[in-house]
């Protein structure tokens, strides 16, 4: 097809298609859709994401830590414990029950390898639903 | 509609004024389902991707920077959804390759056009249009009755203006040859008739 008649074409199909129209949208689409967009903004706001800690506790937390550390670290002064042997707590007996525990307890290494194991897979699939659960929009 | 004539309407939108979003789902929407309708085929389907395509757009309003017309924004988002919704029900856009070389009086056909009532050029136009296929019905759509650019299309189809213009001259041939068909049918009768001997 030549320009000219390419032309020719282009200005009757212009012409032509001054005569079409539009399918109409069914009767009531502009209220489903704000009907639609109403029920997505009231379970928006239902539910909104909310931080279990707010800014100004991570602001305190981040200011409690950052103060222990500088203390540790520039702090020159021995601390003091010799306030410690006041409450006598040497006459109680053996305190360190972890310790006790320690030695009457016995596990075999293959128990600590399953169980090093089952905490590896428990946080992959953690991390694996989580992601799973987030990409469909699922809400736990 | 003009990019200034809808920016009040979408600032006060993203500010939370839901009526003003309702206004441009009142302006839009049949252009929108349209479009649907083009991509999906059933009007029950057009329907579902013409509201979610209005969900869309109001979720990323506040993306929309105003860089081409809020129109062209909104066809592209239903272009989009159109393809998501045929390919979550496993079937594919309708393309049509065939390419017509044929000599078309155009003439003739403007002569056969005019002789037409008003009502039987609207119904010729509209059952020509509806026998193209998806991508051809869309390119038609915007460019000669949206009246958009091949800029503003390629946009919207996520393609390049080149492959738009090579697009739309094809879909042009093939809708003249529909047109053809429906105008002068003892034409076309006649030519096949005679094809049909001379292969014989």
Do not use: C
Not at chain 2, 105 to 126: C, F, H, M, V
Request: aromatic share 10%.
């Amino acid at each position: 097809m030549n320009k000219y008649k390419e032309r020719e074409l282009d200005a009757f199909l212009k012409k032509v298609t001054q005569s079409m129209e539009l399918e109409r949208a069914p009767k009531n689409f502009s209220i489903a859709v704000m009907q639609q967009l109403n029920v997505k903004l009231v379970n928006k706001s239902n539910i909104a994401y909310e931080p279990l800690v707010s800014t100004k506790g991570w602001i305190a937390i981040l200011l409690l830590v950052s103060s222990f550390i500088g203390f540790l670290i520039f702090d020159e002064h021995q601390v003091k414990m010799d306030w410690f042997t006041t409450l006598k707590l040497n006459t109680l007996g053996n305190m360190n029950l972890l310790e006790r525990v320690a030695n009457t307890l016995f596990v075999s290494d293959s128990t600590i390898y399953a169980l090093v194991g089952l905490l590896v897979f428990m946080g992959v699939q953690v991390w694996y639903l989580k992601r799973f659960f987030a990409k469909r929009q699922v809400l736990l | 509609m003009s990019k200034d004539k809808d920016q009040p309407l979408i600032t006060r939108a993203i500010t939370g004024d839901t009526s003003a979003f309702a206004k441009l789902v009142e302006n839009y929407q049949h252009m929108v389902y349209t479009l649907a309708l083009k991509l999906v085929k059933r009007p029950e389907d057009a329907q579902e991707v013409a509201q979610d395509s209005f969900l869309r757009a109001y979720q990323a309003l506040s993306t929309f920077k105003g860089d081409s017309k809020f129109s062209t924004w909104l066809y592209k988002i239903t272009y989009n959804k159109g393809l998501d919704f045929l390919k979550k029900r496993k079937r594919m856009l309708e393309i049509n390759d065939v390419d017509y070389n044929f000599n078309v009086n155009i003439s003739a056909l403007e002569n056969n056009w005019d002789s037409l009532e008003k009502q039987e050029q609207r119904q010729t136009i509209k059952n020509a249009v509806q026998e193209l296929s998806a991508t051809d019905g869309i390119l038609i759509t915007l460019f000669y009755f949206e009246e958009l650019s091949l800029i503003e299309i390629a946009d919207i189809l996520g393609l390049n203006d080149n492959a738009v213009k090579v697009k739309l001259f094809r879909a042009r041939k093939r809708l003249s040859y529909i047109l053809r068909r429906k105008l002068e049918p003892e034409t076309i009768e006649g030519y096949e008739a005679h094809k049909g001997r001379s292969i014989n």
